[in-house]
């Protein structure tokens, strides 16, 4: 059983233009989620994090949203630039359980 | 900043060969995992540890072993290689287990 879903195995988006990446989780005891980047060849990096307690996070071009009553997060890239273009994994972590990752959504920005 | 450190980056073996491979972080971190990653499936975790002298197992411990003997190091190892363990190893660290995890580049193991 998948906890944590990335439904869209890519998404292609314009230079300058938003990019919305969506995550929904199954398990309610999932009280933070992290977001990493992967390019090629390379290991994860992290990105972005948000607790439950919060609904929103921002960094930069970088903003995380929480629907914890939907069990979805989205991470929003503006302006999207070229060197974004990367593989995003979604991932989350609570209670006993430790971090748990989906599969992952490519994302390639168009110059 | 070194960071986290695998060694090898790549490997061959044939079915029933052993190896092991290293892991190494330079951030003094307590945490440290092992993850698999295979196409089509998000990154899974086989063993980590909470701190030296420890390990516990993940999601998919089977056909591995794991040893912390010090702080910096957690080492992975396959007794007895077979295909399906044919993947992409990644090692990881955290200060803590709620803390963002340090990856390393991975290591490319082939099981012929």
């Known amino acids: 059983d998948q906890q944590v879903k990335q439904n869209s195995p890519s998404l292609s988006v314009q230079e300058g233009r938003i990019s919305i990446l969506n995550c929904d989780y199954t398990?309610?005891?999932?009280?933070?989620f992290l977001w990493y980047k992967k390019y090629p060849a390379e290991g994860p990096t992290f990105l972005i994090s948000?607790?439950?307690?919060?609904d929103k996070n921002e960094d930069g071009r970088f903003t995380v949203f929480l629907n914890k009553s939907a069990k979805h997060l989205s991470l929003h890239i503006v302006p999207s630039q070229p060197g974004d273009s990367a593989v995003y994994l979604c991932?989350?972590?609570?209670?006993?359980?430790?971090?748990?990752f989906g599969k992952g959504m490519k994302l390639t920005v168009n110059p | 900043n070194a960071g986290v450190t695998q060694t090898p980056k790549f490997r061959v073996l044939k079915t029933g060969q052993s190896m092991t491979l290293l892991c190494a972080q330079d951030?003094?971190?307590?945490?440290m995992y092992w993850y698999r990653q295979d196409p089509g499936m998000g990154l899974r975790l086989i063993h980590y540890?909470?701190?030296?002298?420890?390990?516990a197992k993940g999601e998919v411990p089977d056909g591995y072993n794991v040893s912390r003997l010090k702080k910096q190091n957690f080492l992975l190892g396959l007794e007895s290689a077979a295909p399906s363990q044919t993947s992409v190893y990644f090692c990881?660290?955290?200060?803590?287990?709620?803390?963002?995890?340090?990856f390393g580049d991975g290591t490319r193991l082939s099981i012929l």
């Open positions: 951030m003094n971190h307590e945490y």
């Open positions: 990881a660290s955290s200060a803590q287990g709620s803390e963002p995890q340090h």
């Open positions: 398990n309610s005891m999932f009280d933070y």
């Open positions: 948000i607790s439950s307690i919060k």
């Open positions: 540890s909470v701190g030296e002298g420890t390990t």
């Open positions: 991932s989350g972590q609570g209670g006993s359980e430790k971090l748990v």
